[in-house]
């Protein structure tokens, strides 16, 4: 018989800092209404306080300091607060304060200045958060709509320019064809199944492939499309094409944001779906889980056309483009790794440290750009940043560490990323995958050593324009890198206490 | 009872029809058109699903329902896109709006 | 015929759960009304077509064969840019449309959920109504 349940049976504290931001992202959009067209500068600091708090409260969830919940799920399960919530939270609100930081000047001197980009930007932070945090395919879609739609509206920001549209376009129609994609997968799963929490599908699989079932193909096919249309969000390789243009069209503070935060979401989308969905999903004959073979391939063929195509570009938001790409496919070898047995939390706590990595590194990286962009969208070409090194020493510097970081080169943060993501992919006996991880990172020194040459050792004007929001956000990066690459075991610490509930 | 399978037919038909449109039309609202028609089927494979594997459970309807808010949301969004294109080109041929290549 | 040659065919494949003749056409007899009326429907309206194409006369001039404005003559384009507003009042009438549907079922079980259905729905309430303040805030209402 039905019984009404209470309110308290929901769970809400464990989804504390998801509410906080959901709550400070209604409020502000009501609150923004009543700031004159002028002082947009008070939304922008309301949008950081919200930031913060959340922020706050998602650290000392993560360092244990405040227990949120018991360990179960809120809101019946479908939303899980374990560490690996508050690891995924914390990189997707660190990620948000440095694009607000890096977006007011840029909004200002643009003509763009409207205060509902940053609503626009808490909410989809809250979609990634929620996709980190998701313990049923319901909530990994509801997440990706709710983190993918802002981006749609943030990457047509730029209302009368041509490109900003054809990107905010593209975009959509590219990313509603691979959510269309996802959701048939989740409804094949769900038919295989007949639940879509994970324990459930956990739990089923088992029972398929104990009792030999047929349905276990649509199953396998169900993950196919699943992975397919996660595999857009995070620019895996026969889904990348949207890519290069939307990155080239957006305006750079929303790219600074989305290339980070997408992936994000994506990644913590994938390894919720794989390792705490489908990690026993062994069919007979096989060592490790169906999906593997196939991931490792997918993520082989990224990093090759991602560090390949990034040689020929000149023009710096392609070149990060595809080297977005390329940073996809490291991470998927990680991904791939939670497909063997007891790697999988190893493989789990790699893609985090990968993340928050490359979150500091890559919003560093276009948070430069902005500085050396005109105020027409245009200057972004790599020609445009010869001689920066003496007129800007310092944000040349910067660029320095962040281009170093991306390649992998030891004391950066991006080293520390690819060491345990490589040391993952190794403990799984991916070798060939590994080798052309190792491979292609050496092939990607290259473009970026080019853009650290044209910086210090060519003549040109070397133009920029730095504001304090942005030097603070450059500096806040450039500093969490080099922090992160030179104590790695911070790294290892945040990644510490998350291991898979069922599985592995 | 109506097998399962004619049921599952039905919504990949329905799906790859949608598929076709989004790949082949010129017309970005015919596109977009293809995308409802892509998600409308997956609708038709959770309530069918639903039916027949788990019909005493709610949450093949639930989510039927999820997606059809989403899929609606996203329509808005996406001609609102189409809309602002248009008063820039004067026109919602896909394929001229063509400013970012290789 | 061609009902028998389907009963055939049926008999020859698995049934799926039919026994016999007698209740597949039970079944399908529930459907009897609605074919009727739609075959009645085709054929009313192809005959009046076709009997007035056949029968009536045809004299057509100049002025009998513009198209019908009630009376006007006709003037401009035959199709004309429609306003954007329109698109706006459709797509905000789509998205509380969308949520009057997750309405529905609870206006249902109501009764049954009692606080807990109207905590939780309440708050579901709240989320769209800040989006309704917005769009009225911002004149996102106004017709003109």
Redesign the interface.
């Known amino acids: 018989m039905f019984t009404v349940p209470s309110l308290s049976d929901l769970n809400l504290a464990a989804t504390l800092p998801a509410t906080l931001l959901a709550l400070g992202a209604s409020v502000l959009l009501v609150l923004d209404l009543f700031v004159p067209k002028g002082r947009k500068a008070l939304t922008a600091w309301l949008a950081l306080a919200v930031l913060g708090v959340s922020l706050i409260v998602a650290l000392l969830s993560l360092g244990d300091v405040v227990d949120l919940g018991t360990g179960e799920g809120a809101f019946f399960g479908l939303y899980i607060a374990d560490s690996f919530t508050d690891a995924v939270s914390v990189i997707v609100l660190v990620t948000a304060m440095l694009g607000v930081a890096v977006a007011y000047n840029y909004l200002e001197r643009t003509g763009m200045q409207r205060g509902e980009y940053y609503v626009l930007l808490l909410f989809s932070a809250l979609g990634a958060m929620l996709m980190g945090a998701a313990g049923d395919l319901v909530t990994v879609f509801v997440a990706l709509e709710l983190l993918s739609i802002p981006l749609y509206i943030l990457s047509g920001f730029r209302w009368r320019d041509e490109g900003s549209e054809e990107s905010a376009l593209k975009y959509f129609i590219l990313g509603a064809f691979a959510s269309g994609f996802l959701v048939y997968g989740i409804a094949l799963i769900y038919g295989a199944t007949g639940t879509t929490a994970f324990g459930g599908i956990w739990a089923a699989t088992r029972d398929l492939l104990a009792a030999d079932a047929a349905t276990k193909y649509v199953l396998l096919l169900g993950a196919g499309m699943v992975l397919a249309g996660l595999g857009f969000k995070v620019a895996a390789v026969p889904f990348h094409m949207w890519t290069p243009d939307v990155y080239q069209g957006a305006p750079t503070s929303v790219v600074a944001y989305m290339s980070v935060a997408a992936k994000v979401g994506g990644f913590a989308a994938l390894v919720r779906v794989l390792a705490w969905g489908l990690p026993d999903f062994v069919l007979s004959g096989q060592s490790a889980a169906a999906w593997q073979s196939t991931v490792w391939l997918i993520a082989a063929l990224t990093m090759i056309l991602g560090n390949v195509v990034a040689v020929a570009q000149n023009n710096l938001k392609r070149l990060l483009a595809y080297s977005s790409i390329a940073h996809a496919g490291y991470i998927l070898i990680a991904v791939a790794a939670m497909g063997t047995a007891g790697v999988a939390n190893e493989a789990a706590r790699a893609v985090v440290i990968y993340l928050m990595a490359y979150a500091f590194t890559n919003v560093g990286a276009f948070a430069v750009i902005v500085a050396v962009e005109r105020d027409d969208g245009g200057h972004t070409d790599i020609d445009n940043v010869r001689g920066l090194a003496k007129e800007q020493p310092v944000l040349a510097a910067s660029m320095a560490v962040f281009m170093l970081s991306l390649a992998g080169v030891p004391l950066t943060a991006g080293f520390v990323g690819k060491w345990f993501v490589f040391k993952a992919g190794l403990a799984a006996d991916l070798v060939p995958v590994t080798v052309i991880g190792v491979l292609t990172s050496a092939i990607s020194a290259y473009y970026y050593l080019r853009v650290i040459w044209f910086m210090y050792f060519e003549e040109g004007e070397g133009k920029a324009q730095i504001a304090w929001p942005l030097a603070w956000g450059i500096s806040v990066a450039a500093i969490g890198t080099l922090i992160l690459g030179f104590f790695p075991y911070l790294l290892s610490d945040m990644a510490r206490g998350i291991a898979l509930a069922f599985g592995g | 009872?109506?097998?399962l399978w004619m049921y599952?037919v039905v919504a990949a038909g329905l799906?790859v029809i949608?598929?076709f449109g989004?790949l082949s039309r010129r017309n970005?609202i015919a596109?977009?058109m293809g995308?409802e028609l892509?998600?409308n089927?997956?609708n038709v494979?959770?309530v069918a699903?639903?039916r027949y594997?788990?019909p005493t459970?709610l949450?093949?309807q639930?989510?039927a329902?999820?997606?059809?808010?989403?899929a609606?949301?996203?329509?808005?969004?996406?001609?609102?896109?189409?809309?602002?294109?248009y008063r820039?080109?004067r026109s919602v041929i896909?394929d001229d709006?063509?400013?970012?290549?290789? | 015929m061609l009902i028998s040659r389907c009963l055939f065919r049926l008999e020859q494949a698995e049934l799926n759960g039919f026994h016999n003749k007698t209740e597949i056409l039970a079944v399908l007899s529930d459907f009897a009304p609605i074919a009727s009326l739609f075959a009645l429907s085709v054929l009313v309206g192809v005959m009046i077509l076709f009997m007035s194409r056949m029968l009536g006369p045809f004299r057509p001039t100049a002025r009998k064969l513009v198209p019908y404005e009630s009376g006007m003559r006709p003037y401009g384009d035959a199709i004309r840019r429609i306003p954007v507003k329109f698109y706006r009042v459709a797509v905000l009438f789509i998205l509380f449309d969308i949520e009057v549907i997750f309405f529905l079922p609870w206006a249902v079980v109501f009764r049954d959920l009692r606080l807990y259905g109207l905590a939780v729905m309440g708050f579901f309430f709240l989320v769209l109504t800040v989006g309704f303040v917005y769009e009225w805030m911002v004149g996102g209402l106004e017709w003109d």
């Open positions: 009872m109506i097998p599952l799906f949608g598929m989004v970005a596109i977009l995308i892509m998600l089927a997956v494979n959770l699903f639903w594997q788990t459970k949450s093949g639930a989510f329902a999820f997606v059809f808010a989403v609606a949301a996203e329509a808005a969004v996406g001609l609102a896109l189409i809309i602002g294109i820039r080109k896909a709006v063509n400013l970012l290549k290789w």
